[in-house]
């Protein structure tokens, strides 16, 4: 049954959503991957990249329950959860109106996550934690199937930092390159025009395949995946025992989504995203794609497969080009920030490719360019 669900879910929601948004692949199969692990995806990076309208459409294919707020930091947890029912306040009953709101349904968006006020933070700790909702008394039981969110810029503060270790996945979502465009055009125009029809997958459909889950055998990648735990932390990255434990339900969301009942090398791909920051996603890349290169598998996830070859040697010169244009004089705040950005994307490039001394120079100057930008 399982085997079934899945390609249903591949045929009907996860293909058309990728030939609706122009390359935006990775961000497709992460989201399906949060939904059958029961985990919640991160998305960093700026407006206007389609965040949002990937999650709607995904939960409309789905027939799932929809909800998305953009926070601020006058935001009101009445504004996320529902007001107080005043009418039975008047009785003495603190009761919520939770219609239309984040503790009805099944898949959530939360933009500009990081604006979130202490009130709401509190209450979106024991959500993404335990699918509960709590006030005063009263207790909701959260139908919650995956929790998503977006900002361009990633937390500072300590409190901010907790809710953001809640969030298992982390993907850079940027802006599409130029040649993309006539593309994004298209695809966009037709998107207008016609919105998703519900695919033969549902939210329940979602929920058995997660259930299935929890019978996936793990022992086959048990002992090489302890080895990148530890080499995952050696490049920085905070990888706390709690993630490590919680990482193997995407390791068997994975497997779940390939049909297989057992966890393979090949799944190991779910590390790329368990960054903390964006100068640690290209060097993360890098461990993760040399472990993939050494277990090819004809039953691998497609994130695992997919690699992208890029020229070394074009890579360099476009690095010299940046060099260049970061020792000039006179730069504006802006101008900078705008080369930050070339050279991160660039860093994330050299991590595709082959050579591995080429790839390892190409990220060592990337970042000690980005050190020297600030």
Request: charged share 25%; glycine share 6%.
């Amino acid at each position: 049954m399982s085997n079934e669900l899945v390609q249903r879910l591949r045929k009907d929601v996860v293909n058309p959503l990728k030939n609706r948004f122009v390359e935006r692949d990775e961000v497709v199969d992460l989201i399906a991957l949060a939904a059958v692990a029961g985990e919640h995806l991160f998305l960093l990076g700026p407006p206007g990249t389609a965040k949002s309208a990937l999650i709607r459409q995904f939960a409309l294919a789905v027939r799932g329950r929809y909800f998305e707020y953009m926070l601020t930091r006058f935001s009101e947890p009445n504004e996320v959860f529902g007001p107080v029912d005043i009418a039975r306040l008047r009785d003495g009953v603190v009761a919520t109106v939770t219609s239309g709101m984040l503790p009805e349904a099944e898949f959530a968006f939360l933009d500009e996550l990081f604006n979130a006020n202490s009130a709401i933070l509190n209450n979106l700790l024991t959500v993404l934690n335990e699918r509960v909702f709590r006030r005063g008394a009263e207790t909701h039981r959260l139908p919650l199937l995956a929790l998503f969110s977006a900002s361009n810029h990633l937390p500072e503060d300590d409190a901010l930092k907790a809710l953001f270790d809640r969030f298992l996945l982390r993907c850079h979502v940027d802006n599409l390159r130029r040649e993309a465009m006539p593309r994004l055009l298209y695809a966009g125009w037709e998107l207008e025009r016609a919105p998703s029809p519900a695919a033969a997958v549902s939210a329940d459909d979602l929920r058995a395949l997660a259930g299935s889950v929890f019978n996936v055998d793990l022992d086959p990648v048990r002992e090489l995946y302890t080895e990148m735990v530890f080499k995952v932390r050696d490049l920085g990255i905070a990888l706390s025992d709690r993630r490590a434990v919680k990482v193997l339900k995407l390791l068997a969301a994975s497997a779940v989504l390939c049909g297989r009942t057992a966890a393979e090398p090949s799944d190991l791909w779910v590390l790329r995203y368990v960054w903390d920051r964006a100068e640690q996603i290209a060097p993360l890349r890098a461990l993760v794609q040399g472990v993939l290169e050494q277990h090819p598998s004809a039953a691998a996830h497609p994130r695992a497969a997919a690699v992208e070859r890029v020229d070394g040697e074009e890579l360099a010169r476009q690095l010299d080009a940046l060099e260049r244009e970061a020792e000039a004089s006179g730069k504006t705040l802006t101008a900078l920030a705008l080369l930050r950005e070339r050279v991160t994307d660039l860093t994330d490039r050299a991590a595709w490719v082959a050579d591995e001394a080429g790839r390892n120079h190409l990220l060592k100057r990337g970042g000690q360019l980005l050190q020297r930008l600030g």
